[in-house]
């Protein structure tokens, strides 16, 4: 395919699917391509939609501010669906999970939609955990699988409710309940099917100053899980299969 080249960046133009603009890569692209040159020429449909390079496009929009003479961009011309955009990593950064989420949200599904309100929502918690907690898992995938797969499927029940605000509550008053391991270890009590959210953090409110910051998920489910049995005589827990590490 031939590839041209243009000082005039005002065609191109964006489409609200790809993942947002890391300005910090932004910078480090545009050093590069000062030393070294545009090495890759971005990909645009037909209508000049950046399909791939956007990041490359902003990086020499970056050093036009300030260059004597405008860089030209290298660029080919392909019918390409959006769909493919995604699945576009050689020789670029990598997609994090919040792009795949913005991905799939530009693109009107609802489920990923919900969870991208939810992140907002439940701010203080990690990304990561609060996908997999909020996702309905019975394939045994990670959270990262499913959604870069665009298979996330948003649920959300009263005792999920629940249990993020509780956590999110008790996160400001000790951070260290936002860690991504503390979501992950409920995950993990919530196996037996005697848990009871009300009872956790009931206990964990009751004991709060002498609630310890925990070294992984195994850690943080055998502490909870001690101050959640603690004074029972019945409807303990036994969660036998606790990680031992993360």
Known sequence: MKIQKTTNLEQFQFDGRNRNINRKHVKELADSILEYGQLQPIIVNTSMKVMEGQHRLEA?????????????????????????????????????????IHYYAQSGNEHYLKLQEATELYKPLKLSSLASFLHVNDSGATHTSVIRKGEFRYEMTDDKLYILEKL???????????MKCVLVAIMWLQRDPN????????????????????????????????????????????????????
């Open 168 to 178: 999110v509550a008790i996160s400001r008053l000790k951070p260290m309940f936002s």
């Open 60 to 100: 020499i929009r970056l050093i036009n501010k300030t260059a004597a003479t405008p860089l030209k961009v290298k660029y080919i011309k392909k019918n390409m669906p959006i769909s493919q955009v995604a699945q576009m990593n050689s020789h670029q950064r990598q997609w994090r999970i919040q792009d795949w």
């Open 195 to 246: 848990f009871n959210a009300k009872r956790l953090f009931h206990a964990l409110e009751r004991n709060f100053e002498s609630i310890l910051p925990q070294a992984g998920t195994g850690n943080w489910a055998r502490h909870m899980l001690y101050w959640y049995n603690k004074g029972l005589r019945g409807g303990k827990l036994n969660v036998n299969d606790l990680p031992r590490h993360h």
